[in-house]
């Protein structure tokens, strides 16, 4: 054989090898949003879209003000790489490797079916305290939920003093007469460009489930609430996070505090105003020093974006009346709690205290803590409840008995595998826990899961799915989750799931207690 036959059969052995491969990412065609043609991938049996961008970047005068549409681009656009996340020092969960920031991050994901047609849709809204987060973490990724036949849409969304800074003259120069909701502002722009939008990737604009977890949730809250997000969406799933209580207790989430803070902000920065503000590079404000005295961290109950909080919205049926699914960890708090062996009986109040601020005596009084190991028990419970239960469980009454839509309450249960080395050692049930179940990822991590794990990986994830689908997670051979009412029937998600009462309830009927005295209303009463 001439040489140049061998070259000529090594050629065709190569062309046939690779038409005979099964490579896991391959091209796709590029589809048509209304800015442009983004081409993705295909990974397994799944499209990959990264990067997608939903608004123009906020940069320079865009700085504080609502978004503004992505510009179109002619072309196509390459969406296969991860945009930055929005600009924020450290990371959102213990472990994470930070992302890259950067003050342009308004982009969203999307994973799709291969071969998807009119399929519902999740919107997931990550947490992080409003100052951390990212839409591309590795845990939110949506190729496992994707091949059980839904479309998952990861979001970003401007971060501390980006997202939420209020200011008089902020609020002077908007039309709409508010500032320092400009996170929530993204939220909104990313639901209505998933609406005009995600029938191109084979999504059900009509089947649109918005979920978070922690901020992520209370965003869920606050979108419920909003006027604006009406019409946005059809459903609502929220894992430990929620804002239902008292302004009262939290009066620099008014927009009137909220604006002084700004101020505060602002001279600590040593700004003349608003134009020096915008000028100053992103990096500025990551300095922890302009913190100490004002956090423009959260979102605001303004008159614009939330008028009223989400308490006040159900209680006056203003709600965006969707199904809803809800509910926290048992063990939350212990991922939040630093030193639980400083704990003390003794101090156990004054604690507290310098943790959150005075706290009515009967709260305290909920918790029994006569012995130092009561004490940290006692803590741990405390801070569950006041952070995570109790909204959940005031939530789901709220939903029960001012909606026609059903709610679904949960209670998460299950300890993970976690080795003693790791950031998440002897964490329980703690918070973020689920996130690997929810998203059936535990292929993620090489710990030591066993077939209780994978079996409630593979249930929970499918009831998240089969709510997006319904608005009911029921179906199959699934355990029967009844609908939350007076009865008051939760699913516990554990080491086996069933369904029992309300965990905790004593102790979170005494934070009722405190919080209508404190606004000066009666629990709800259940709607007709």
Known sequence: MSHRSKAMFALLVLILAACNATPSVRAIDPIRTVSGLVQGDVEGLVRVYRGIPFAAPPLGPLRWREPQPATPWPGIRDARSFAPACMQAGVSMPGERPPAVSEDCLYLNIWAPVRAKSLPVIVWIHGGGFTNGSASMPLYWGDRL??????????????????????????????????????????????????????????????????????GAMSVSLLLASPLARGLFHGA????????????????????AAEKDGQTFAIAMGAANIADLRDRPAQ????????????????????????????QAYAEGLQNDVPVLVGSNADEARSLVADVSKIRAASFA?????????????????????????????????????????????WARLHAAHSRTPVYYYHFDRAPPFPRESPYGG?????????????????????????????????????????????????????????FDHSERVLYLGSSIRVGGVANRQALSAFDRVYDSLRGSAEPKRAP
């Open 427 to 483: 964490w329980g049930a703690g918070h973020f826990v689920d996130l690997w179940y929810m998203s059936d990822h535990l292929d993620q991590d090489s710990w030591a899961w066993t077939d209780d794990d994978r079996r409630l990986a593979r249930d929970m994830s499918q009831y998240w799915v089969n709510f997006a689908r319904t608005g009911n997670p029921n179906g199959g051979a699934l355990v029967t989750w009844p609908s």
């Open 146 to 215: 994707a091949e059980k036949d839904v479309i998952v849409v990861t979001i970003a969304y401007r971060l501390g003093p980006f997202g939420f800074l209020a200011h008089p003259n902020l609020t002077a120069e908007s039309p709409h007469d508010t500032s320092g909701n400009y996170g929530i502002l993204d939220q909104i722009a990313a639901l209505r460009w998933v609406s005009r939008n995600i029938a191109a990737f084979g999504g059900d604009p009509g089947r649109v489930t918005i979920a978070g977890q922690s901020a």
């Open 284 to 311: 500025d404000f990551l300095d922890p020093a302009f913190y100490k005295s004002a956090r423009p961290t959260h979102p605001v109950i303004d008159r614009y974006v939330v008028p009223r909080g989400p308490y």
């Open 350 to 394: 004054e604690d507290i205290a310098r943790s959150f601020g005075p706290l009515p005596a009967a709260l305290i009084e909920a918790y029994p803590h006569a012995t130092d190991a009561d004490a940290v028990s006692a803590r741990l419970a405390f801070e569950r409840d006041l952070r995570f239960g109790w909204d959940m469980w005031a």
């Open 237 to 256: 799933i929220a894992q430990s996070g929620g804002m239902f209580e008292p302004l009262q207790l939290a009066p620099g989430f008014a927009l009137e």
